[in-house]
C-alpha cells in the first residue's frame, strides 16, 4: 500500500490550508481515505470535541484508516489535527455582533435561508446523536437517577436553558428535583444532601460556574452524571457516566437540538419508570 505519508508537506498551519491541501489530494487518495475527507469537509466543527474513534466510525473507517488520512495531510496523526482546530476554535468564538455580521457577509441573515440552514444543523446533530449514543450509558443514566432522592440538574449560560427545560419535564412528572441557576453567585450547594443525584450539562468552553458546584457535590460524595459536547470534558474524571451530544452551528450560532432531545428521553423515561413502579 502506498506511504501518503511519505514525502509529506509540512502540516498545514490553519483550517484554511488544510482545505486547500485536501482539494489538491482528495482525487488522488484511496477510497478509504476519501471517505475520511468527505466526513471531515461535512463535520468540520465537530473536529475540535471529537474524538478519533468517533470521527472514525461516522465516516465508516476503521480508526487506523483516519490516522493515516491525517498523516497523508502532513500531521503526526489525529491529536495534531485535532490541536489546530482546538486552537482556532479557541481564537475564533467571535461575539454576536461579529457573527451578525459574518452572516450578513455570506448573504446568509434572511430569515428564510436562516431557517433552512438551522433545519439542517439540527438534522445533523440528530443524526451524529443517533449513530452515536452508547445506549448502554443512557440506560444506566435512567437508573441511577431513578435511585435518587432529589435530582439536582446543573447548567449554567447556555447550558441553563436545556437543565430547566428538563426540570420543567421533571416537576410535571412528580420527580423532585432542583434546578440551579448560580443566581447572584451563589451556588446553593448545600442543598445538594447524600442520597441524591447530581445531573449536570454543560460544554466547551464549560462554564466555570457549573465546574465549581459539580466538584463541591463530587467532595461530598454525591454521585454525579454528565451531558457535554465534548469527550475530553474535565468533569468527565468525576462523573459516573457521560453522553456526549454535539452541536452542529450556523454561523457559530448553535440551538441545542441534540441535548434537548437526550434531557427530553431521560425525562421521560424515568418519568415512566417511577410510573410503573408506582
Known sequence: ????????????????????????????????????????RANINLVAVTTV???????????????????????????????????????????????????????????ARLLADFVEAGHKSLVY?????????????????????????????????????????LQKMGVPCVVHSGAAGIEFSATIQPGDLVFAVTFAPFAPETRSLVEAAHRSRVPVLLLTDSADCPLGKISEAQLVAREVDVGAFRVPTASMTIVTTIAVALGAARSDAG
Open 1 to 40: 500500500m502506498e506511504d501518503h505519508n511519505q514525502g509529506a508537506e509540512a502540516a498545514p498551519t490553519n483550517i484554511s490550508e488544510l482545505l486547500a491541501r485536501l482539494d489538491r489530494m482528495s482525487a488522488t487518495m484511496p477510497k478509504r481515505l476519501r471517505q475520511c475527507a468527505e466526513y471531515l
Open 53 to 111: 474513534a468517533d470521527m472514525s466510525s461516522a465516516a465508516g473507517v476503521a480508526p487506523s484508516a483516519f490516522m493515516r488520512f491525517c498523516q497523508a495531510l502532513g500531521f503526526s496523526g489525529y491529536s495534531e489535527m485535532q490541536a489546530l482546530f482546538r486552537a482556532e476554535y479557541a481564537q475564533s468564538r467571535p461575539d454576536y455582533a461579529e457573527r451578525l455580521s459574518h452572516l450578513r457577509a455570506r448573504g446568509g441573515n434572511g430569515s
Open 129 to 169: 446523536l443517533s449513530n452515536m449514543t452508547d445506549m448502554e450509558v443512557l440506560s444506566q443514566m435512567v437508573d441511577r437517577l431513578d435511585q435518587a432522592r432529589t435530582v439536582h440538574l446543573v447548567g449554567m449560560r447556555r447550558a441553563y436553558a436545556v437543565v430547566s427545560y428538563m426540570g420543567y419535564m
